[in-house]
């Protein structure tokens, strides 16, 4: 919601029962620094699993992808995060009125002031005639944190879903391949051994056997020169 609005419009007043049902149904842990959760099983993120997000690869290409890291978010991933607090500011009873998001808004529509203690206080100086308190202003702040921290644990979780599933058995089946290859590559060379050492085995058994027939014509050839011979002598003599 806009300052604007905020300034203007009265403000909507929630049963104060239901107030209290929807704060204890989905009271925030105490906030802290993210951390990376452990892997679950079935996590769900509009990123990752919804049905409205056909997939959570950027839609463009960012300058520093390529080089393996990022410098800074994608455009479509802080615009996510921008409607995250948004759609709770606008749906979350806990955030009636003006609170960090309002603040948040006003300095940047007094960006022009360039001393930031001044902006600081001018926006929250504005919002004060709307309710807000430094109570409520740090309070909605540590909540707004505890939802981004919530929400990057839902896709952390849903991302390790994913990658388990397309990369991890991807990784395997390369794996697979790769000893497969290797099985092969060790038969290969295995065969080539044989095959050498029969190829070895061959030219010497057809050397001998080609010996053999060499010397056994000749032997034949001798042979039956010399019983020509011979012929040749008895004819002559008798």
Do not use: C
């Not at 604007?4 to 009271?27: A, C, G, M, R």
């Not at 940047?108 to 929250?124: C, G, H, S, V, W």
């Amino acid at each position: 919601m806009s300052l604007l609005k905020q300034i203007l419009s009265p403000f909507v007043e929630f049963e104060e029962e239901k107030k209290k049902d929807w704060v204890k149904e989905n009271k925030p842990p105490v906030a802290s620094n993210y951390s990376e959760p452990p892997i679950e099983e079935n996590v769900e993120h509009p990123l990752i699993t919804g049905t409205t997000v056909a997939d959570s690869t950027p839609t463009q290409t960012h300058p520093a992808t390529t080089r393996g890291f990022l410098s800074e978010p994608l455009p479509e991933h802080r615009q996510y995060f921008e409607k995250l607090i948004d759609d709770a500011n606008a749906n979350n009873p806990m955030f009636h009125g003006s609170d960090f998001k309002e603040f948040r808004d006003s300095k940047l529509d007094i960006d022009n002031i360039t001393d930031e203690e001044t902006r600081y206080k001018t926006a929250f100086n504005i919002l004060k005639r709307t309710g807000l308190t430094k109570e409520k202003l740090v309070s909605t702040a540590h909540e707004y944190h505890n939802i981004v921290g919530r929400d990057m644990n839902a896709f952390q979780g849903a991302h390790s879903q994913k990658y388990q599933k397309e990369v991890r058995q991807r990784e395997q089946l390369i794996q697979k391949k790769a000893e497969e290859l290797q099985a092969l590559s060790e038969r290969i060379n295995a065969l080539k051994k044989e095959i050498s050492q029969l190829a070895q085995e061959m030219t010497e058994t057809k050397d001998k056997l080609d010996l053999t027939k060499t010397s056994f014509l000749l032997a034949g050839e001798n042979m039956q020169q010399e019983i020509a011979t011979e012929l040749q002598k008895i004819d002559k003599y008798f």
